[in-house]
């Protein structure tokens, strides 16, 4: 009873957040005619199910040797080759996938609105085995030295043996009154597995028993009201180097070097969507669709694009000499990561984009009806 109250009033409370682009009072910012300094094309473009459209799900592609996986809401679960986009396998699960896919090991794992783990043969789709979880799944299950990572709706971060599904370990964080819908997806490296809470803390485990190395407050609630205390870490923490990056929801974005878990630098900063990270920048989108360039050095802000405010962007990914996002609409922006101008656009799926990935020279597209894109700057010479 308790969980279908917190999903009820986190639904009724926080639905503008993830639907920004049609919610608000105030209106999304109209798009204005840029001059196509890049020119993108596409590769190639599938349709794999029905996608998720704009139920509070995070499902995302995952890329192995020359093949990528990818899952619908309706349970069903592809194979395409990166090449050409040709279906190698595609089964029906028959379960309501709310968060995936990770692929590794011989597996492609995937979480359910029911708390259930599934975990596949990379190979054919085969079943190996399902195991019960806390709660609902909303981060993307990881997989690493034999161990799934699954974080759940109710705040438990739970180790899942890849062989077989049994639990190893499990880290339970108390969830405050009000939360955002969603969770953080962990990041993983070397052995080590960052994941953030919805009390505003980032914790660093170990992946194969799951020990705690250390664990620090990003943010801490202020306010009366519970809306006004909230400060999920629902964007994704990014590890580079030895370094982390981490940002809540009406709190902050944090560097915090992960050899001593202290905090190295931090600025004010109310983001869910998501950052990226590339040699000297960190970028993010903040909860208006504003883009923000800051220094990895120190979190200055170098520049801010908000011209696309309130238009319910993607987290943004470095692309090249590029950055891009995705909007409600389905168009790709291009931003020059020197100063964030806009410098390119293409429309791709007309229901929004989920989730934008860069692999080598390709962006990778999800559209939220299940249209996957993969597009290219196109050369000069064309």
Not at 197 to 210: H, K, S, Y
């Amino acid at each position: 009873m308790k969980h279908w109250l917190w999903y009820f009033v986190s639904l009724m409370l926080l639905g503008g957040c993830a639907l920004r682009g049609k919610d608000t009072s105030e209106p999304p910012t109209p798009l204005t005619s840029i001059e196509q300094q890049v020119e993108l094309e596409t590769v190639w473009e599938r349709r794999a199910g029905s996608g998720h459209d704009k139920q509070f799900v995070s499902l995302r592609p995952a890329f192995v040797g020359g093949q990528v996986y990818l899952a619908d809401r309706k349970g069903r679960v592809y194979a395409l080759n990166t090449e050409d986009g040709e279906p190698l396998w595609d089964v029906n699960t028959r379960a309501p996938i709310s968060a995936g896919v990770d692929a590794g090991e011989g597996l492609v794992v995937m979480g359910t609105s029911d708390g259930e783990v599934l975990a596949l043969d990379m190979r054919d789709g085969a079943e190996v085995w399902r195991a019960r979880v806390a709660s609902e799944v909303l981060a993307v299950p990881r997989i690493d030295r034999g161990v799934v990572v699954v974080q759940s709706a109710d705040g438990t971060l739970t180790g899942l043996d890849a062989a077989s599904g049994e639990r190893r370990w499990a880290f339970d964080r108390t969830m405050p009154a009000l939360t955002l819908r969603g969770s953080s997806t962990p990041a993983l490296a070397g052995g080590a597995v960052l994941a953030g809470f919805a009390n505003g803390r980032l914790a660093l485990l170990g992946v194969e028993q799951g020990r705690t190395a250390w664990e620090l407050a990003i943010a801490e609630p202020r306010g009366r009201s519970e809306l006004e205390r909230m400060v999920d870490l629902d964007a994704d923490p990014v590890i580079d180097g030895v370094t982390a990056y981490a940002v809540s929801y009406q709190g902050q974005v944090a560097a915090v070097d992960m050899r001593a878990g202290q905090i190295d630098w931090r600025r004010d900063m109310s983001a869910y969507a998501g950052l990226g990270v590339d040699f000297s920048q960190l970028y993010v989108t903040d909860d208006q669709s504003q883009v923000w360039g800051l220094s990895r050095r120190d979190g200055a802000a170098l520049w801010k694009q908000d011209a696309l405010r309130l238009r319910d962007l993607t987290a943004p990914v470095p692309f090249g000499d590029l950055v891009a996002v995705g909007d409600y609409e389905g168009y790709v922006h291009l931003l020059s990561r020197i100063d964030g101008d806009l410098v390119g656009r293409l429309r791709t799926d007309g229901r929004g984009i989920a989730r934008l990935q860069a692999v080598g020279e390709r962006l990778y597209v999800l559209g939220k009806r299940g249209l996957l894109t993969v597009l290219q700057v196109q050369s000069p010479d064309r």
